[in-house]
């Protein structure tokens, strides 16, 4: 029994160590947004600081920096600028969202797809990646998700190579099981505060990999009632499920058992690291935690 204690105790010690030190080297996870009103208007709808909230909350997350480029309207005026150029120049990114406009992708469709593409290509020579911001439909033009803006963004991700960021998706469902549900400010294209809480958890999803769960209060939002955010992070995470950026890097379990003991109790204990092995001192235990992505397990060896 002692053996097994003193294996729990260095596994958990050894955990906390390692994930402390992977999360200093890798550093903060760097995102720069390039957008429009649909990205910031004002404390009220600011994407980049929503987001940063979201992730930052937990502080044995590993933490994300977000920066925006001056907001323009259309991505030619992006380019022509030469604000995402000088960014991608004099800082390191990790990931760059690329957001159209949201007449853009109706009326100059053709025009969004050739600077989305010159945007994604200096993205990638700067080492970072490119995630296009899926947007949704107006309220005074239904349908046009499903025709047009939902399969140009899909097809500008998958051209440039990119992330996609399904936020479009994940309003329209929403919309579609709660149809007075109000996301939309009074003008029927921008979003309100509702709908800001539901676009960040679509990049929370993607930028940890992880289901959005009890976020409100890290977003100001604690006065939306705790059953539409609920119903709003399940959208989210079934738009974004299948396009995730980053693994999950919450503490995943390491089960240690005792074998040939006439009952093998497995004992929890957090250990998001990297494959390691550890020889305990003053013993004959050996302990190996795996990789996040296998089965973790250490074994107590018997004299």
């Not at 906390?16 to 004002?42: K, M, Q, Y």
């Not at 003008?187 to 009890?214: I, K, M, W």
Request: proline share 6%.
């Amino acid at each position: 029994m002692r053996r097994m204690v003193r294996a729990c105790c260095a596994g958990l010690l050894l955990s906390c160590l390692v994930a402390s030190l992977g999360a200093a080297e890798s550093g903060p996870l760097r995102v720069l947004f390039v957008g429009n009103s649909h990205t910031w208007i004002d404390k009220a709808y600011d994407v980049p600081r929503t987001v940063a909230a979201l992730v930052n909350a937990d502080p044995a997350r590993r933490r994300i920096e977000t920066a925006m480029v001056p907001v323009r309207q259309t991505l030619q005026l992006h380019w022509e600028s030469g604000a995402v150029q000088k960014r991608l120049k004099s800082e390191r990114w990790d990931y760059v969202v690329i957001q159209g406009q949201s007449g853009e992708v109706l009326y100059d469709n053709q025009g969004m797809r050739e600077y989305g593409k010159k945007l994604a290509g200096v993205v990638k020579a700067a080492g970072a990646k490119p995630v296009f911001y899926m947007l949704w439909e107006r309220r005074d033009s239904p349908g046009t998700f499903e025709q047009i803006i939902e399969p140009t963004y899909t097809e500008m991700a998958r051209d440039n190579e990119g992330g996609l960021a399904r936020v479009g998706a994940a309003w329209m469902q929403s919309l579609k099981l709660q149809p007075k549900l109000a996301l939309h400010r009074p003008d029927g294209n921008h979003s309100n505060d509702t709908g800001c809480y539901l676009t960040a958890c679509v990049f929370y999803a993607l930028f940890t990999g992880e289901r959005p769960q009890g976020l409100i209060r890290a977003a100001g939002l604690s006065r939306l009632p705790s059953g539409v955010s609920a119903f709003l992070e399940e959208r989210a995470w079934e738009a974004a499920k299948e396009h995730l950026l980053e693994q999950a890097v919450s503490p995943s379990p390491v089960t240690v058992t005792a074998p040939g003991s006439v009952a093998s109790t497995p004992v929890v204990v957090a250990a998001p690291v990297p494959s390691v092995s550890l020889p305990v001192r003053n013993s004959r235990v050996a302990l190996r935690v795996q990789s996040v992505r296998a089965v973790r397990s250490a074994t107590v060896r018997p004299r």
